[in-house]
């Protein structure tokens, strides 16, 4: 049988290059993968934090002023990271919302 001949001039360089290029990808991609993770957990804390705010002032303002609790849902539709929330009271029915239409419908989800 006969085996075909590899020149060293190609051969030395790819054993070092393929290799040095895998791990590169590899660590590229792993990185990414931990700055994605990071920022889901920062997204998250934030929300609760914002959750947590509004349902104090929820409590408070529905019974004081509805109209700073309207404020500060007002500032809460315009967190890019926020989809949406809404007050509601104990039959289901929205009384704030950052979709503005559902006010006085019942909760969907």
């Not at 051969?11 to 290059?17: F, K, S, T």
Request: charged share 20%; no cysteine.
């Amino acid at each position: 049988m006969n085996w075909p001949s590899i020149s060293l001039r190609w051969l030395i360089p790819a054993l070092i290059v393929v290799p040095f290029s895998v791990v590169a990808v590899l660590s590229y991609y792993l990185a990414v993968d931990e700055k994605i993770g990071n920022l889901l957990e920062e997204s998250e804390r934030e929300l609760r934090g914002s959750v947590a705010v509004l349902a104090r002032s929820a409590e408070r303002l529905t019974r004081s002023d509805p109209s700073l609790l309207r404020q500060e849902i007002t500032l809460l539709a315009l967190e890019s990271k926020l989809a949406g929330g809404a007050v509601v009271d104990e039959q289901g029915l929205v009384l704030h919302s950052t979709q503005f239409a559902a006010i006085g419908d019942r909760l969907v989800h």
